[in-house]
């Protein structure tokens, strides 16, 4: 058990034990005092104006900390791990580097790392704490702080640009990421607080963040002592930084956490920009109407920056939001026009389920490979509406199965039991004669289907040849590969079906009119169905979370041609299984509606009066038009059948007079 310890008993001990001025009386006043006091005494300039709420948040949290590790008192994992997701212009840098010499002032012990994009970067925040620690007003209260270690022979060291060890036995020093993260130890000591500020930048391609992820995980944090405190004080930068991904849960860093503000703490509640037009012809965007979601939030700075970098960065900066559709792959793709619940699928279709009448197809991507970037198996199932249907040939994407470190046995196992029928739908979507198919009758045994299915086709990765016959001999499974796998196919079909037709209404969403006489969101041709309880939060494949995450990070990349360097865009080919998959099955152009029957089309073609047939009077006249469609049909078979005969002949004279030469 820990023994705990007053707050004058643990002065006393560590100046006895140091034989140093730790602290002076005043410290020991001004830390009774809280944190606020502390702060503006400490830095008046730094903290002039009143705390925000998720300043008062991060305070309150970390202020505790220190006083409960000064205690002696174990922290739990949750408490120590603490993400500061401020926007620009939030101080979240300058209570970052307080954060550290908090930690030297109340715990006088203590190794912190301060850890950036670059190096440069860190040593601007280590300079930062330097410049604070050396003030008059600092070193009244912490000489022991103010001061570098002595060292042996008695002469004094010097604070250096990437390190400073304090004569009370605390130290910071600053890396980059880049940097050797291992080599920031002093001594034995492992890291008591790691401080992550900046380590996101705006020109980070993919395979970077990924590096910058294996460097944190696997050597910052490892190289923590195990009750160390981490702060990730760090704007949202763009949709697929670190801070991002930790933030929304996209990687499993720091999953355990005390996320100041609960997420992403905008600069504003309420935000309305404007454009203005210049007398040279250029657009200026101006802050029309704002509520700051802190009361001395400086205003004019924001105006300032929106002015200088314009509205996509001033977005980026100040609310976390993201003009994410440059440079994607799906450029049309709108998540709250296209996604949609099986409950609006039914409230439309009738049903929870694809109809046994429509027509669909299986398209897969087989992997199994581990490391930097995974390689999954990826099944994906799409479904186009029948012509008889509310929205006669509509795309959905209603199932997505993801394997990892699954054989192909497993997988074609696991997809047959979605397959067939279930409490929900009675008829299977794919039919196979199971008795000749002893690996299938092992787990399904022999099942009375009385269904044609509906999936027409399996396609899937064109290398794969033994795991299509695998799946095609021992799991009835008919695949072929793929004809169309190369970078851009199915690309351009995606993003016809993706874009919305305003002039339509949404048929799954509520949908407006708007002032220039189209519908907010609008009516587009594919649709991607997921569980009820997952919209807008998917957890597993019934919610297509890895489709989701994969097609909303899909963008293209310069890929080199040449060896002169010559390069052409193309779509990324990190973490995009699931598309593969899907855009090869986009590319074929048969997967088109169930035909109407020819007793829908007569219904069809009948005039819209006769169709009710309310009166007698209309009944007559439905029947009488029966009678004439019956008769314009059967000559019009008629005569097809005869110009059929006709053109059959003219065949076989051509024939005779080919051999007669």
Same mark, same amino acid.
């Given at each position: 058990m820990?023994?705990?310890?007053?707050?004058?008993e643990?002065?006393?001990?560590?100046?006895?034990?140091?034989?140093?001025?730790?602290?002076?009386?005043?410290?020991?006043?001004?830390?009774?005092?809280?944190?606020?006091t502390?702060?503006?005494?400490?830095?008046p300039?730094?903290?002039s104006?009143?705390?925000s709420? +998720?300043h008062i948040?991060?305070?309150?949290? *970390?202020?505790?900390?220190?006083?409960?590790? %000064?205690? !002696?008192?174990t922290?739990?994992?949750e408490?120590?791990?603490?993400?500061?997701?401020?926007s620009?212009?939030y101080?979240k840098s300058?209570?970052?580097?307080?954060?550290a010499i908090?930690e !030297?002032c109340?715990? !006088?012990?203590?190794?912190c790392l301060?850890l950036?994009?670059?190096?440069?970067l860190?040593e +601007?925040?280590l300079?930062s704490i330097?410049a604070?620690?050396?003030?008059?007003?600092?070193?009244?209260?912490?000489?022991?702080?103010?001061r570098?270690?002595m060292l042996?022979?008695?002469?004094?060291?010097?604070?250096?640009q990437?390190?400073?060890?304090c004569?009370?036995?605390?130290?910071?020093?600053?890396?980059?990421?880049?940097?050797?993260?291992r080599?920031?130890r002093v001594?034995?000591?492992?890291f008591?607080l790691?401080?992550?500020?900046d380590?996101?930048?705006?020109?980070?391609?993919?395979?970077?963040?990924?590096?910058?992820?294996?460097?944190?995980?696997?050597t910052? *944090?490892?190289a923590?002592?195990?009750?160390?405190?981490?702060?990730?004080?760090?704007?949202?930068?763009?949709?697929?930084?670190?801070?991002?991904q930790?933030?929304?849960?996209?990687?499993?860093?720091?999953?355990?956490?005390t996320?100041?503000?609960?997420?992403?703490v905008?600069?504003?509640?309420?935000?309305?920009l404007?454009?203005?037009?210049l007398?040279d012809?250029?657009?200026?965007w101006?802050?029309?109407?704002?509520?700051?979601?802190?009361?001395y939030?400086?205003?004019?700075?924001? %105006?300032?920056?929106?002015?200088?970098?314009?509205k996509?960065?001033?977005l980026?900066?100040?609310q976390?939001?993201?003009?994410?559709?440059?440079g994607?792959?799906i450029?049309?793709?709108?998540? +709250?026009?296209q996604?949609?619940?099986w409950s609006e699928?039914?409230?439309? *279709?009738?049903v929870r389920?694809?109809p046994?009448?429509?027509?669909?197809v299986c398209g897969v991507?087989?992997?199994?490979?581990?490391?930097q970037?995974?390689?999954?198996?990826?099944?994906?199932?799409l479904a186009?509406a029948?012509?008889?249907s509310? #929205?006669?040939?509509?795309?959905?994407v209603?199932?997505?199965?993801?394997?990892?470190?699954?054989?192909?046995?497993d997988?074609a196992i696991?997809?047959?039991?979605?397959?067939?029928?279930?409490?929900?739908?009675?008829?299977?979507?794919y039919?196979?004669?199971?008795?000749?198919?002893p690996?299938?009758?092992?787990?399904? !045994?022999?099942?009375?289907?009385?269904?044609?299915g509906?999936?027409?086709s399996?396609?899937?990765?064109?290398?794969?040849?033994?795991?299509?016959?695998?799946?095609?001999? $021992?799991?009835?499974?008919?695949?072929a590969?793929?004809?169309h796998?190369?970078a851009?196919?199915?690309?351009?079909q995606?993003n016809?079906?993706?874009?919305?037709d305003?002039t339509?209404?949404?048929?799954?969403?509520i @949908?407006?009119?708007?002032?220039d006489?189209?519908y907010?969101?609008?009516?587009?041709?594919?649709?991607?169905i997921?569980?009820?309880?997952?919209y807008? @939060?998917?957890?597993?494949?019934?919610?297509l979370?890895? *489709?989701?995450r994969?097609?909303?990070?899909?963008?293209?990349v310069?890929?080199?041609i040449?060896?002169?360097?010559?390069?052409?865009?193309?779509p990324?080919?990190v973490d995009?299984?699931?598309?593969?998959?899907?855009?090869?099955? #986009?590319?074929?152009i048969y997967?088109e509606?169930?035909?109407?029957?020819?007793?829908?089309q007569?219904?069809?073609?009948?005039?819209?009066?006769?169709?009710?047939a309310a009166?007698p009077d209309a $009944?007559?006249?439905?029947g009488?038009w029966?009678?004439?469609?019956?008769?314009?049909i $059967?000559?019009?078979k008629?005569?097809?059948?005869?110009?059929?005969?006709?053109?059959?002949?003219d065949?076989?004279?051509?024939?005779? $007079?080919?051999r007669?030469?």
């Amino acid at each position: 058990m820990n023994h705990r310890i007053s707050d004058d008993e643990y002065y006393s001990e560590m100046i006895h034990y140091l034989g140093i001025g730790v602290v002076s009386p005043e410290a020991i006043a001004l830390e009774n005092e809280g944190w606020q006091t502390w702060l503006k005494t400490l830095a008046p300039r730094s903290f002039s104006a009143p705390f925000s709420k +998720e300043h008062i948040q991060f305070w309150d949290h *970390f202020w505790s900390i220190l006083m409960r590790r %000064r205690r !002696g008192e174990t922290i739990p994992p949750e408490e120590r791990d603490i993400i500061m997701p401020f926007s620009r212009g939030y101080g979240k840098s300058t209570n970052a580097e307080f954060a550290a010499i908090a930690e !030297g002032c109340i715990l !006088g012990k203590g190794l912190c790392l301060y850890l950036s994009d670059s190096q440069l970067l860190a040593e +601007e925040h280590l300079f930062s704490i330097k410049a604070i620690i050396e003030t008059p007003v600092f070193a009244k209260y912490y000489p022991a702080m103010s001061r570098p270690k002595m060292l042996k022979g008695g002469t004094q060291a010097r604070f250096t640009q990437d390190a400073i060890i304090c004569e009370n036995g605390w130290a910071v020093v600053a890396r980059g990421l880049t940097a050797n993260v291992r080599g920031g130890r002093v001594g034995t000591d492992r890291f008591s607080l790691v401080v992550l500020d900046d380590i996101d930048n705006l020109t980070d391609s993919l395979a970077v963040i990924e590096k910058k992820k294996r460097i944190i995980s696997r050597t910052v *944090f490892p190289a923590m002592s195990k009750d160390g405190v981490s702060i990730l004080a760090q704007n949202l930068i763009t949709k697929n930084s670190i801070a991002s991904q930790i933030l929304d849960g996209r990687t499993d860093i720091l999953s355990r956490r005390t996320v100041i503000g609960g997420g992403a703490v905008k600069a504003f509640s309420s935000l309305e920009l404007e454009p203005e037009q210049l007398p040279d012809g250029k657009t200026r965007w101006q802050i029309k109407h704002c509520v700051p979601t802190w009361a001395y939030f400086n205003l004019e700075d924001a %105006r300032a920056f929106l002015a200088k970098s314009g509205k996509e960065a001033f977005l980026a900066e100040y609310q976390h939001e993201f003009d994410d559709r440059r440079g994607k792959c799906i450029s049309n793709y709108d998540p +709250e026009a296209q996604v949609i619940t099986w409950s609006e699928f039914q409230r439309v *279709f009738k049903v929870r389920y694809i109809p046994e009448h429509w027509r669909a197809v299986c398209g897969v991507d087989i992997g199994y490979s581990d490391g930097q970037h995974p390689h999954y198996s990826a099944w994906m199932f799409l479904a186009v509406a029948a012509q008889n249907s509310p #929205l006669p040939g509509a795309q959905f994407v209603y199932r997505s199965k993801v394997f990892q470190h699954k054989s192909i046995d497993d997988q074609a196992i696991e997809v047959w039991r979605d397959l067939l029928p279930s409490s929900e739908r009675e008829f299977a979507e794919y039919v196979a004669d199971f008795s000749e198919f002893p690996a299938l009758q092992e787990h399904f !045994g022999v099942p009375e289907i009385a269904s044609n299915g509906l999936i027409q086709s399996f396609q899937m990765s064109h290398e794969r040849t033994g795991e299509m016959l695998t799946l095609r001999t $021992r799991y009835g499974l008919p695949f072929a590969k793929f004809k169309h796998w190369k970078a851009h196919d199915g690309i351009a079909q995606w993003n016809t079906l993706s874009l919305a037709d305003r002039t339509k209404p949404n048929p799954f969403k509520i @949908d407006q009119i708007e002032e220039d006489g189209k519908y907010e969101i609008g009516r587009p041709g594919l649709y991607y169905i997921v569980d009820d309880d997952q919209y807008g @939060d998917p957890r597993d494949e019934r919610g297509l979370k890895t *489709f989701l995450r994969q097609l909303e990070n899909w963008n293209y990349v310069p890929v080199e041609i040449t060896k002169t360097g010559l390069t052409e865009e193309k779509p990324s080919k990190v973490d995009d299984d699931t598309l593969d998959a899907l855009k090869a099955l #986009l590319q074929y152009i048969y997967l088109e509606p169930t035909p109407l029957t020819e007793q829908e089309q007569v219904f069809e073609r009948m005039p819209e009066v006769l169709k009710e047939a309310a009166t007698p009077d209309a $009944r007559q006249q439905r029947g009488y038009w029966l009678q004439q469609e019956e008769k314009r049909i $059967r000559i019009e078979k008629e005569r097809q059948a005869r110009s059929n005969v006709m053109a059959l002949g003219d065949a076989l004279d051509n024939f005779d $007079r080919m051999r007669g030469r």
